[in-house]
């Protein structure tokens, strides 16, 4: 069963006073906290493994790299993934979609089309300009409906032979909506495009099969995911990766090293140069195990719950207007109250130890689409509850009060 307080026991920062108030925290949009577990793996690996992975005959390198490559099993099966070698560790999403858009920029050519959307966050919007800029190659958006979904129609119209590639996200970071990838997968495989899911806001919310979505590229950030900072994940197709060229060269990465040729290492180490967060990845490891022990279904099903009661109880507050109503949401809620500025709330809120963020969360394209300078998110973990919503909803009408 279901027992969030057992969960929020396991988690340390959850008990700690802000401003001698309880943390409310509601803003796992931006980083999730960590459980006990996660902590521990880190600090162990420093007390007790700590070595270069992949290198050194010796024992602590053994079990570094042991550990370090169980990680990537994990994730294999966690996402279902084909082969443990098409895990890539990155530093997270951006570094994720960077690498995949530098290494497509050299199998583009002028008139060539990529297909991105009006909600992407900017690490899915600017490596596709920096990717166009220096290809010749379009960039081409999928507008908005008012209600925060895709304009399908205008997706079908946009596909054409010229495209190469298109790049959403599964959730809107801002609008909390969940975009129909596997229909625009379909549809761009149809015409020989390659499709690229930004998932740093769904990988720990939304159960993911690798092979059933049959998406090319899929990328997350472990720190969104219960997990450390610094390490991420980009899965790609074996048969995709071994067409683009490395990201960065170095160690690791290498088969053969001569003045004269160079040659690659195979998948993932082609992708993987240079010492990697080691202690991080290999913590990583127990925040996954964590979701999974919880259910990924559990967790969505537990988490729709609570979105739908906090969408509920904002839309009671007068002069409240949501960003984001489309039938398909994840966990994400933004809104503004009429006639006040979301950081005043943001500002008065955290006086009463409510974490929520403000502002344009790396969406500015979304901002512009509704003509307001930001909103106010509230952005959902496992841990949250009930009765956190009521505080913090407390919370905002007594801003109102005090700001009208
Ligand atoms: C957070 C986020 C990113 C960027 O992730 P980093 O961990 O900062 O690299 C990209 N896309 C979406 C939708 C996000 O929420």
């Not at 975009?179 to 020989?192: A, F, V």
Request: glycine content about 8%; overall charge neutral; some cysteine.
């Amino acid at each position: 069963m279901f027992d969030v307080n057992k969960i929020r026991e396991q988690f340390p920062i959850l008990k700690r006073k802000v401003n001698d108030k309880d943390l409310v925290y509601f803003d796992n949009g931006a980083t999730t906290q960590k459980p006990q577990s996660v902590i521990d793996a880190v600090s162990n690996y420093y007390q007790e493994e700590n070595a270069n992975v992949h290198r050194g005959v010796h024992f602590l390198s053994g079990l570094a790299t042991d550990k370090f490559e169980a990680t990537r099993k994990t994730i294999q099966q966690f996402i279902s993934a084909k082969h443990n070698h098409e895990i890539i560790f990155t530093k997270g999403t951006t570094d994720s979609i960077n690498l995949v858009a530098n290494g497509f920029r050299s199998l583009l050519k002028k008139g060539d089309e990529i297909i991105i959307s009006e909600l992407e966050h900017h690490s899915n919007i600017v490596p596709w300009q920096m990717c166009c800029e220096i290809s010749g190659s379009t960039l081409k958006v999928i507008p908005l409906l008012d209600n925060g979904s895709l304009d399908m129609e205008n997706f079908n119209n946009l596909l054409s032979e010229n495209t190469k590639l298109v790049a959403v996200s599964h959730v809107s970071n801002t609008l909390g909506t969940i975009n129909p990838i596997k229909e625009i997968i379909e549809k761009s495989h149809l015409i020989g495009a390659k499709v690229l899911i930004d998932g740093a806001q769904a990988a720990s919310h939304i159960c993911l099969n690798m092979q059933e979505l049959d998406a090319d590229f899929y990328c997350f950030s472990a720190h969104k995911m219960y997990g450390p900072t610094g390490v991420g994940v980009l899965y790609g197709k074996e048969e995709i990766l071994n067409t683009l060229p490395p990201y960065q060269g170095g160690g690791e990465m290498i088969k053969e090293v001569s003045f004269e040729k160079t040659t690659y290492a195979s998948l993932p180490y082609k992708f993987e140069a240079g010492t990697p967060n080691i202690g991080g990845v290999i913590a990583f490891k127990s925040s996954i195990d964590f979701i999974r022990e919880l259910g990924v279904k559990n967790i969505t099903k537990y988490e729709d719950g609570l979105l739908q009661y906090a969408t509920s109880e904002i839309l009671k507050i007068e002069g409240a207007r949501l960003y984001g109503t489309s039938k398909n949401k994840s966990g994400i809620i933004s809104f503004n109250i009429k006639g006040i500025h979301p950081y005043d709330i943001g500002t008065i809120v955290d006086k009463m130890g409510i974490a929520i963020r403000t502002g344009h969360h790396c969406t500015q394209p979304i901002m512009k689409r509704y003509n307001i300078p930001g909103t106010v998110r509230i952005s959902l973990a496992v841990y949250n509850t009930k009765t956190e919503v009521d505080i913090c909803i407390g919370a905002i009408k007594k801003a109102q009060e005090m700001l009208s």
